[in-house]
């Protein structure tokens, strides 16, 4: 339902960041993580970021994701072309 | 054997023998839509023991929209002003007339976005535009709407307005225990969802699992972690005892997220929502504040509150209730598919009917086609 994927925190003015993403730059609000600070791992729902881990549990996560994103993938869901091309496919779902 | 083969094996053990203990079937239900589709993806079901059964739960937010509010949404798309900004999976459901995406090619101006910003963003963009967001989601995703609320009302948004069909997710399980003994629901503990629980936190259970004396577990995404927090349930109902457990601590606290909390309260109360299948659920909807009342599309576009009839032949209701499976319903995987979907359960992609469609057994009771979680134990 609610997937949140984990991303690393590469910048940060305000509430507003960037996260890296597997290499993908990926805009992040941090209004719900307001300790967060560049660095860190997050866990990051439809733009937000809502939790802190720490880098071990996030490589873990990302693993399942992924496979999860690739099953997702298989048969491209509603309105997967009209992704922004910056999401990775995974965040463009209904969250 | 790797170590997560290992961890792997040792949990699967511990889960049979505990389960071989019990006499009878047990049944639990995993809340969580992105659980259901990880647990078919890895094969569960054919690794655990015959009297251990998973069943789907309403924790899938495309799945649980009424089809009202579906026919809201396209309603509202379809007014030549609006820009209807939503999330992907939303636009392929099936209203009472077409979906979204049917509208959308009829002329009306839908757009998906990522996130709850981007639809702000969109309304400062084109100020001669109302843009309306359409949101659903439980509490992970509310507080993303509720932020953009925040933002309308200190950019002053004059164009902005948000159709909020968020839910609660604590009185929707509650309200399944409560129909149970009329429904049928047999149930012995749930799968807790674990990006919910981020927001909410642990404790949000302890009301159920004090009034109801059922086990909650909640757990991560992963195979092995599944199998974990699933191991727990069969060993608290091997000893009949109902507790709370978090197997999902590295991102789940005992409070949840208090500045998501703060936030959702600052902007939400608690109110009635209409869940499909489920009904009118006290307490289960996030109504928007009088204070935001001018960024509340409901208010704004004064919308009717009737209650539409769901499609008579489409089962999803029962599926996201525990009381049926895709196959006992006609249209799953003939009139039905991925591909034209009648039903929200096979839109989404988390969906129980596309789950399984794409992972289900083929026939009736077979084994699943494919299980790919280590079935290392002996
Ligand atoms: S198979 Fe289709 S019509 Fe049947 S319950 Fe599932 S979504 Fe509804």
Same mark, same amino acid.
């Given at each position: 339902m609610c997937l949140a994927i984990p991303a690393k925190l590469i910048e940060l003015k305000g509430d507003q960041g960037v996260v890296d993403l597997h290499s993908t730059r990926l805009p992040v609000n941090t209004l719900l993580i307001p300790e967060a600070?560049?660095?860190?791992?997050?866990?990051?729902?439809?733009?937000?970021?809502?939790?802190?881990?720490?880098?071990?549990?996030?490589?873990?996560?990302w693993a399942a994701l992924r496979d999860l994103a690739e099953a997702a993938e298989e048969s491209p869901p509603a309105g997967a072309k009209d992704r922004p091309d910056a999401a990775p496919r995974v965040t463009g779902e209904t969250p | 054997m790797t170590r997560d083969e290992k961890e792997t094996a040792s949990i699967l053990h511990r889960l049979r023998s505990s389960a071989a203990a019990c006499p009878r079937t047990l049944a639990f239900m995993e809340v969580c839509g992105t659980h259901t589709m990880s647990a078919f993806r890895c094969g569960l079901a054919s690794v655990l023991p015959k009297n251990v059964r998973l069943i789907s739960g309403p924790g899938c937010p495309v799945c649980v929209t009424a089809q009202g509010e579906i026919d809201r949404m396209i309603e509202l798309a379809r007014r030549p002003e609006v820009t209807l900004c939503t999330y992907g999976d939303m636009v392929r459901v099936p209203g009472r007339r077409g979906s979204l995406e049917a509208a959308r090619r009829e002329g009306a101006r839908v757009q998906i976005v990522y996130s709850s910003l981007d639809a702000v963003a969109r309304a400062r963009a084109e100020p001669a535009r109302r843009v309306v967001f359409a949101a659903v989601g439980f509490e992970t995703t509310a507080p993303a709407t509720a932020a953009a609320l925040l933002a309308a009302r200190r950019l002053d948004l004059a164009n902005f307005t948000v159709l909020a069909s968020h839910k609660r997710i604590i009185p929707a399980m509650r309200a399944l225990l409560q129909g149970a003994p009329r429904s049928g629901l047999g149930l012995d503990g749930f799968l807790c969802p674990g990006h919910v629980? !981020?927001?909410?936190?642990?404790?949000?259970? /302890? @009301?159920?699992?004090?009034?109801?004396? !059922?086990?909650?577990?909640?757990?991560?995404? /992963? @195979?092995?972690?599944?199998?974990?927090?699933?191991?727990?349930?069969?060993?608290?109902?091997?000893?009949?005892?109902?507790?709370?457990?978090?197997q999902y601590p590295e991102a789940v606290t005992p409070e949840g997220n208090q500045a998501a909390r703060k936030l959702l309260d600052t902007v939400f109360q608690a109110g009635p929502a209409r869940w499909r299948g489920l009904g009118e659920i006290a307490q289960s909807g996030m109504i928007i504040r009088e204070s935001f009342a001018r960024f509340d599309a409901r208010r704004v576009f004064q919308l009717s509150e009737q209650a539409e009839r769901e499609p008579a032949s489409c089962l999803c209701g029962k599926v996201i209730s525990g009381l049926a499976l895709p196959p006992d319903c006609k249209l799953f995987g003939r009139g039905c598919t991925p591909i034209s979907p009648i039903g929200p359960c096979m839109v989404s992609s988390e969906g129980t009917c596309a789950a399984w469609f794409k992972y289900g057994p083929r026939d009736a009771g077979g084994a699943p086609e494919r299980h790919t979680l280590q079935e290392a134990s002996a």
């Open positions: 600070k560049i660095g860190d791992w997050l866990l990051v729902h439809a733009g937000f970021a809502i939790q802190r881990i720490d880098s071990r549990a996030a490589a873990q996560t | 629980s !981020v927001i909410i936190g642990q404790q949000a259970y /302890e @009301p159920l699992v004090r009034e109801f004396n !059922v086990a909650c577990v909640i757990g991560g995404f /992963e @195979p092995v972690q599944i199998l974990r927090a699933l191991a727990d349930l069969v060993d608290l109902a091997r000893d009949h005892r109902a507790a709370l457990i978090n």
